[in-house]
């Protein structure tokens, strides 16, 4: 195996990682500060980003993106996610780049021109709503309780979601919905494009969380929201397999980026182990903080492999399930086990917000929920285990 990049590739990852860190870096610290992202502080980054070059990295060159492969994301998209905000300036963020993902592989040529198009080129933003508060459709996605019922050549949406990421902003909203209960929901939803402003689309609030996102997480109600067929993306009863498709490559980009994060949270961590004193030397000399070092280089290493592995497969069209599964739940894991020792090793420093360390640990707590909670992750790599060895076993 070839565990190398390609030169124009790690080119582009020592341009982003010089961006983040001469011009969103600044910025993070302000919004740090203000606990708050403006709208004007995100676009001025955007247009640099833009005049750098470096503009969605993920997205075809037909469209205004990079045209990087799925291969060549990973050292990338970890270089954008050194700071929470460089994916948003780069527009590489969760769940814009999922959904742009989505729509260059599914959406026709009309809702390419009025919701991909756009997207890409940073005019809007998306949301995508499947998630539903009991005893809807959480880590079980079987359990969706929206519907979509035919209305001659309408379908009429009523339902209950909530934590659909960019609510607040998003100009448009995928929505998945129960399109025939006759079967099971695997085989019987549909994925639906929405106008945020269409009548029947109540957005109640922003789902308070441990930390404030850029776009918030909405709780939403639909009620009687009329759309036609043609909002339909991709084909009736096939939510849960287009759903699918945008799940395998949106769990290792959240992988790559948070990646970056944890690396960032071990080299805050070491600079300040070399130079802090204690017990007659730096902390860096003490056994118990090289061991933590130790721990957290390791388990970065082996994520990143991970998160290779699983790109080279998904790029040769295999579903990778079990991979993603095990790639998602193990690096999740590691980048907050990367943060808390970090903040250990950092002491009072640590848990100030003196450091962005402790911002990062409320943020990336999410992490392991979303995208499938490691216990999900873990039931399914469990389940190939069985099929694989069970028999083998008596």
């Known amino acids: 195996m070839d565990f190398s990049y390609a030169p124009h590739v790690l080119d582009i990852a020592r341009r982003v990682r010089q961006f983040v860190d001469t011009e969103v870096l600044p910025v993070e610290k302000a919004a740090l500060a203000a606990d708050e992202l ?28 990079l045209g990087l492969t799925l291969e060549e994301w990973p050292p990338v998209l970890e270089a954008a996610g050194r700071s929470l905000l460089g994916p948003l300036a780069l527009h590489c963020a969760a769940p814009d780049e999922g959904n742009m993902h989505l729509l260059h592989m599914f959406a026709n040529e009309a809702q390419q ?22 005893p809807g459709a959480g880590s079980d996605p079987t359990m ?73 997480h909405s709780e939403i109600h639909y009620r009687d929201l009329r759309l036609p067929d043609s909002a339909i993306l991709g084909k009736e009863g096939d939510g849960f397999a287009l759903t699918q498709a945008r799940l395998g490559p949106a769990r290792l980009t959240h992988c790559m980026r948070w990646t970056g994060i944890a690396q960032r949270a071990l080299e805050i961590a070491t600079d300040y182990a070399t130079r802090r004193q204690a017990f007659g030397k730096t902390l860096a000399e003490q056994e118990a903080v090289q061991w933590m070092l130790a721990d957290s280089a390791t388990e970065l290493h082996a994520g990143r492999l991970l998160v290779q592995h699983c790109a080279w497969l998904l790029s040769k069209g ?66 190939q285990v069985v099929k694989q060895f069970g028999h083998q076993a008596r």
């Open 38 to 65: 403006t709208q004007e502080m995100l676009q001025a980054l955007r247009q640099k980003a833009r005049a750098a070059g470096l503009w969605a990295p993920t997205m075809p060159t037909s469209l205004g993106g």
């Open 113 to 134: 021109e009025r919701y991909l198009k756009p997207l890409v080129a940073g005019e809007i933003f998306s949301g995508f709503s499947m998630t539903e508060p009991p």
């Open 144 to 216: 969706l309780q929206t519907s979509a019922a035919r209305d001659g050549d309408e379908w009429v949406i009523n339902g209950h979601k909530w934590w659909t990421s960019n609510g607040e902003v998003a100009s448009f909203l995928i929505i998945m919905a129960r399109t025939n209960p006759a079967v099971p929901a695997h085989k019987g939803s549909t994925l639906f494009l929405a106008p945020a402003d269409a009548p029947g689309i109540d957005i109640v609030r922003d789902v308070p969380l441990m930390t404030h996102d850029f776009g918030g």
């Open 318 to 383: 295999e579903q990778a399930r079990q991979e993603s599964s095990m790639c998602k739940v193990f690096v999740a894991e590691a980048v907050n086990k990367v943060i808390d020792r970090a903040i250990q090793i950092c002491g009072g420093l640590g848990v100030s917000r003196d450091l962005p360390l402790s911002q990062w640990y409320a943020a990336a707590r999410a992490f392991r929920i979303y995208d499938g909670a490691s216990e999900v992750h873990r039931m399914v790599i469990a389940r």
